[in-house]
């Protein structure tokens, strides 16, 4: 393989390459004029179901599942392949163009709330659950939250990126990545060994975030790369990852404005409770999902 020198100066002159290529740009901005719908709850998410799309979408489940009537919201649909996050209402929820965004429209002048973690201690604060009170546990809490803010771009960008979708495969930055992401699951094990969640025996925002990307690696979602991390030999992650994967909240959150894998765990717009039922009753007689009488 031939070495790359770089130039004194960097510019932008071909694309990158790899899955992401026609998305990926040096500047920011909208591309093009596009409004964004908006419907008749107090939260309105524009997202798609990656795992910093699914933070939010399990915390506001969790949030309903537990009596939160004012959390209901619209959750429309953001296809990243396809560019919608450079749309200019897009971009005026979230300068960055990155899902997931949030209007919160539950007070008399509508603002906007970007950032996955940002969204989630908003609506933590804002309803005042699943972020302890106590002073100690409340800075455990956001240590955890902001921990995978900080390590989850070296396992998605960096990890994910050259093992999954880099055009080529390399063996510098998978090895680089690799050993880090293994550092990090071993972080979380040996946090785990002794407690049953992050903040101890308290389910907070900080496992919301960290379940929706650690919690995928474990269960070997993440990347088709359970065998090569050997994820199943951190038990304590596995324990905590399959008792956070059977809550109702969880299991409807994962399906929100998601468009890969098997048509029943898919819900690519969520407007309503009832959509979760009728998507299941889709799946088990297409004729309504067609429109037809069953």
Same mark, same amino acid.
């Not at 500047?27 to 990656?50: M, N, R």
């Not at 960055?96 to 603002?111: E, H, Q, R, V, Y």
């Not at 880099?166 to 998978?174: L, N, Q």
């Not at 919301?208 to 090569?228: K, P, R, S």
């Given at each position: 393989?031939?070495?790359?020198?770089?130039?004194? /100066?960097?510019?932008?002159?071909?694309?990158?390459?790899?899955?992401?290529?026609?998305?990926?740009?040096?500047?920011?901005?909208?591309?093009?004029?596009?409004?964004?719908? /908006?419907?008749?709850?107090?939260?309105?998410?524009?997202?798609?179901?990656?795992?910093?799309?699914?933070?939010?979408? *399990?915390?506001?489940?969790?949030?309903?599942?537990? #009596?939160?009537?004012?959390?209901?919201?619209?959750?429309?649909?953001?296809?990243?392949?396809?560019?919608?996050?450079?749309?200019?209402?897009?971009?005026?929820?979230?300068?960055?163009?990155?899902?997931?965004?949030?209007?919160?429209?539950?007070?008399?002048?509508?603002?906007?709330?970007?950032?996955?973690?940002?969204?989630?201690?908003?609506?933590?604060?804002?309803? #005042?659950?699943?972020?302890?009170?106590?002073?100690?546990?409340?800075?455990?809490?956001?240590?955890?939250?902001?921990?995978?803010?900080?390590?989850?771009?070296?396992?998605?960008?960096?990890?994910?990126?050259?093992?999954?979708?880099?055009?080529?495969?390399?063996?510098?930055?998978?090895? %680089?990545?690799?050993?880090? *992401?293994? %550092?990090?699951?071993?972080?979380?094990?040996?946090?785990?060994?002794?407690?049953?969640?992050?903040?101890?025996?308290?389910?907070?925002?900080?496992?919301?975030?960290?379940?929706?990307?650690?919690? &995928?690696?474990?269960?070997?979602?993440?990347?088709? &790369?359970?065998?090569?991390?050997?994820?199943?030999?951190?038990?304590? /992650?596995?324990?905590?990852?399959?008792?956070?994967?059977?809550?109702?909240?969880?299991?409807?959150?994962?399906? *929100?404005?998601?468009?890969?894998?098997?048509?029943?765990?898919?819900?690519?717009?969520?407007?309503?409770?009832?959509?979760?039922?009728?998507? *299941?009753?889709?799946?088990?007689?297409?004729?309504?999902?067609?429109? &037809?009488?069953?």
């Amino acid at each position: 393989m031939t070495e790359y020198v770089p130039p004194s /100066v960097w510019t932008w002159d071909k694309a990158s390459g790899g899955k992401f290529a026609n998305i990926n740009r040096p500047i920011a901005g909208s591309t093009h004029e596009k409004d964004l719908p /908006v419907g008749k709850h107090p939260f309105q998410l524009y997202s798609l179901a990656t795992p910093n799309g699914v933070k939010v979408t *399990v915390m506001l489940e969790e949030l309903l599942e537990a #009596g939160h009537t004012g959390a209901e919201y619209d959750a429309w649909l953001i296809r990243i392949n396809e560019g919608d996050q450079f749309g200019s209402g897009f971009v005026a929820v979230n300068p960055n163009s990155k899902i997931p965004a949030l209007m919160d429209c539950s007070g008399p002048t509508p603002f906007r709330v970007f950032e996955s973690g940002a969204i989630l201690l908003h609506l933590a604060e804002k309803f #005042g659950v699943f972020i302890p009170k106590d002073g100690a546990k409340r800075a455990e809490c956001l240590s955890w939250l902001f921990w995978q803010m900080g390590s989850a771009p070296y396992l998605g960008g960096g990890f994910g990126h050259f093992y999954a979708y880099a055009p080529t495969k390399m063996e510098y930055p998978i090895n %680089r990545f690799a050993m880090e *992401v293994k %550092r990090q699951l071993d972080v979380l094990d040996r946090r785990l060994a002794d407690n049953r969640y992050l903040v101890g025996d308290d389910y907070t925002i900080a496992d919301m975030a960290v379940w929706a990307w650690y919690g &995928a690696l474990a269960m070997g979602l993440q990347y088709e &790369a359970g065998e090569f991390l050997q994820v199943q030999t951190y038990t304590n /992650v596995q324990r905590w990852t399959q008792e956070i994967a059977k809550r109702p909240a969880v299991q409807r959150g994962r399906m *929100v404005n998601r468009v890969m894998g098997k048509p029943e765990s898919q819900l690519h717009e969520r407007h309503d409770a009832s959509d979760f039922q009728t998507k *299941v009753q889709s799946v088990v007689n297409p004729a309504v999902n067609a429109g &037809a009488k069953p």
